[in-house]
Nanobody, 125 residues
Framework: QLQLVESGGGSVQPGGSLRLSCAASGFTLNNYAIGWLRQAPGQEREGVSCISSSDGSTRYADSVKGRFTISRDNAKNTVYLQMNNLKPEDTAVYYC??????????????????WGQGTQVTVSS
Protein backbone atom coordinates (compact mmCIF):
# COMPACT_ATOMS: atom_id res chain seq x y z
CA GLN A 1 0.00 0.00 0.00
CA LEU A 2 1.39 3.35 -1.07
CA GLN A 3 1.64 5.63 1.95
CA LEU A 4 3.41 8.70 3.32
CA VAL A 5 3.40 9.28 7.07
CA GLU A 6 4.59 12.51 8.65
CA SER A 7 5.76 12.86 12.23
CA GLY A 8 7.73 15.25 14.40
CA GLY A 9 5.35 18.18 14.64
CA GLY A 10 4.62 19.94 17.90
CA SER A 11 4.57 23.23 19.75
CA VAL A 12 7.70 25.32 20.13
CA GLN A 13 8.62 28.86 21.08
CA PRO A 14 9.90 31.33 18.50
CA GLY A 15 13.53 30.59 17.74
CA GLY A 16 13.10 26.90 18.46
CA SER A 17 13.67 23.91 16.21
CA LEU A 18 11.79 20.86 15.03
CA ARG A 19 12.62 18.01 12.68
CA LEU A 20 9.80 16.58 10.63
CA SER A 21 9.99 13.08 9.18
CA CYS A 22 8.18 11.65 6.19
CA ALA A 23 8.31 7.87 6.04
CA ALA A 24 7.31 6.19 2.81
CA SER A 25 5.89 2.71 2.35
CA GLY A 26 4.84 0.85 -0.75
CA PHE A 27 7.39 2.58 -2.98
CA THR A 28 11.04 3.63 -3.04
CA LEU A 29 11.14 7.23 -2.01
CA ASN A 30 14.34 8.27 -3.79
CA ASN A 31 12.76 7.39 -7.15
CA TYR A 32 10.44 10.37 -6.81
CA ALA A 33 10.58 14.07 -6.18
CA ILE A 34 9.30 14.71 -2.68
CA GLY A 35 7.98 17.97 -1.34
CA TRP A 36 7.13 19.48 2.00
CA LEU A 37 4.10 21.75 1.83
CA ARG A 38 2.15 23.56 4.51
CA GLN A 39 -1.24 25.09 5.09
CA ALA A 40 -1.97 27.71 7.69
CA PRO A 41 -5.53 28.40 8.87
CA GLY A 42 -7.43 30.39 6.28
CA GLN A 43 -4.60 30.26 3.78
CA GLU A 44 -3.86 28.26 0.68
CA ARG A 45 -1.47 25.35 0.77
CA GLU A 46 2.07 26.40 -0.19
CA GLY A 47 5.28 24.64 -1.09
CA VAL A 48 8.02 24.95 1.50
CA SER A 49 10.81 22.74 0.22
CA CYS A 50 11.43 19.83 -2.11
CA ILE A 51 14.11 17.38 -3.11
CA SER A 52 14.56 15.95 -6.57
CA SER A 53 15.02 12.31 -7.37
CA SER A 54 17.13 12.99 -10.46
CA ASP A 55 20.10 14.68 -8.79
CA GLY A 56 19.13 15.28 -5.17
CA SER A 57 18.83 19.00 -5.81
CA THR A 58 16.72 20.97 -3.38
CA ARG A 59 14.52 24.04 -3.46
CA TYR A 60 13.19 26.30 -0.73
CA ALA A 61 10.54 28.95 -0.46
CA ASP A 62 12.05 32.37 0.15
CA SER A 63 10.34 32.54 3.52
CA VAL A 64 12.31 29.55 4.86
CA LYS A 65 15.66 29.83 3.09
CA GLY A 66 18.53 29.65 5.53
CA ARG A 67 16.29 28.23 8.26
CA PHE A 68 14.92 24.94 6.86
CA THR A 69 16.87 22.04 5.42
CA ILE A 70 15.43 19.09 3.52
CA SER A 71 17.29 15.79 3.39
CA ARG A 72 16.71 12.17 2.46
CA ASP A 73 17.83 8.90 4.06
CA ASN A 74 17.49 6.25 1.38
CA ALA A 75 18.22 3.40 3.79
CA LYS A 76 15.26 4.45 5.94
CA ASN A 77 13.09 5.46 2.97
CA THR A 78 12.47 8.75 4.77
CA VAL A 79 12.68 12.45 3.98
CA TYR A 80 13.31 14.99 6.71
CA LEU A 81 12.69 18.69 7.14
CA GLN A 82 14.93 20.30 9.74
CA MET A 83 13.36 23.58 10.83
CA ASN A 84 15.45 26.04 12.80
CA ASN A 85 14.78 29.54 14.08
CA LEU A 86 11.06 28.94 13.83
CA LYS A 87 8.75 31.94 13.63
CA PRO A 88 5.05 32.31 14.49
CA GLU A 89 4.30 32.59 10.77
CA ASP A 90 5.62 29.04 10.33
CA THR A 91 2.57 27.76 12.21
CA ALA A 92 0.71 25.39 9.89
CA VAL A 93 -0.09 21.80 9.11
CA TYR A 94 2.90 20.37 7.26
CA TYR A 95 2.47 17.71 4.61
CA CYS A 96 4.90 15.65 2.64
CA UNK A 97 3.87 14.64 -0.84
CA UNK A 98 5.08 12.72 -3.88
CA UNK A 99 5.38 13.91 -7.47
CA UNK A 100 4.70 10.85 -9.64
CA UNK A 101 5.59 12.51 -12.93
CA UNK A 102 8.66 14.69 -12.71
CA UNK A 103 12.01 13.77 -11.20
CA UNK A 104 13.12 17.41 -10.82
CA UNK A 105 11.18 18.89 -7.95
CA UNK A 106 9.12 22.06 -7.85
CA UNK A 107 7.35 23.98 -5.10
CA UNK A 108 4.07 24.24 -6.99
CA UNK A 109 1.51 22.27 -5.00
CA UNK A 110 -0.23 21.07 -8.17
CA UNK A 111 2.73 18.83 -8.96
CA UNK A 112 2.01 16.48 -6.07
CA UNK A 113 -0.48 13.65 -6.27
CA UNK A 114 0.15 11.55 -3.19
CA TRP A 115 -0.04 13.20 0.21
CA GLY A 116 0.49 12.27 3.82
CA GLN A 117 -2.02 13.08 6.54
CA GLY A 118 -0.08 16.09 7.84
CA THR A 119 1.52 17.07 11.12
CA GLN A 120 0.77 20.23 13.08
CA VAL A 121 3.52 22.73 13.82
CA THR A 122 2.69 25.55 16.22
CA VAL A 123 5.16 28.34 16.98
CA SER A 124 4.04 30.55 19.83
CA SER A 125 5.38 32.21 22.93
Amino acid sequence: QLQLVESGGGSVQPGGSLRLSCAASGFTLNNYAIGWLRQAPGQEREGVSCISSSDGSTRYADSVKGRFTISRDNAKNTVYLQMNNLKPEDTAVYYCARDSVFRLCDLWTGRYDTWGQGTQVTVSS
